[in-house]
């Protein structure tokens, strides 16, 4: 058996741009994904903890140490600059990987920078 199962998480980070007019995507300081093992392209769901709004792009790697997180085309509708979103990219796991899986959480501030990086959902006492 196949499971689905969150490989990486960027929680918390702060909307820096929302860029209509570019063709799609959401554009990710590239060293926050290589901090939580997403790779350019990667398909990833976004959730808007403003306004609650769920979709689906792909990444596109932004300048490193940017602290970008710039959603692009028809997804730019979606958010504000300053909106805190959190980003989850998922993988299929056989039954065999499972026992040795660990997924990425990178717990972000205010300011995009990585707060610490866990291996599994950080306990709600933490994000409070």
Partial sequence: MLRTM??????????T?????????????????????ILPH???QIVNNNNGARLETYVIAGERGSKVFC????????VQPDDIIIVVSY???????????KP???????????KEV???????SSLL
């Avoid at 969150?6 to 909307?15: E, G, L, Q």
């Avoid at 554009?27 to 994904?33: A, G, M, R, W, Y």
């Avoid at 959480?105 to 920078?113: L, R």
């Fill in 104 to 114: 990425k959480v990178a717990v972000m501030d205010e300011h995009n920078n990585i």
């Fill in 118 to 124: 866990l291996e599994q959902e950080p306990p709600l």
């Fill in 42 to 44: 990667e398909k990833v």
């Fill in 91 to 101: 993988g299929i796991i056989s039954e065999e990987e499972l026992k040795e899986f």
């Fill in 71 to 78: 959603l692009n085309g028809a997804a730019a509708r979606l």
């Fill in 17 to 37: 741009e929302a860029n209509l007019n570019y063709v799609g995507s959401i554009t990710i300081d590239e060293e926050i994904l290589d901090k939580v093992g």
């Fill in 6 to 15: 969150m490989k990486s998480k960027i929680h918390r980070a702060r909307v």
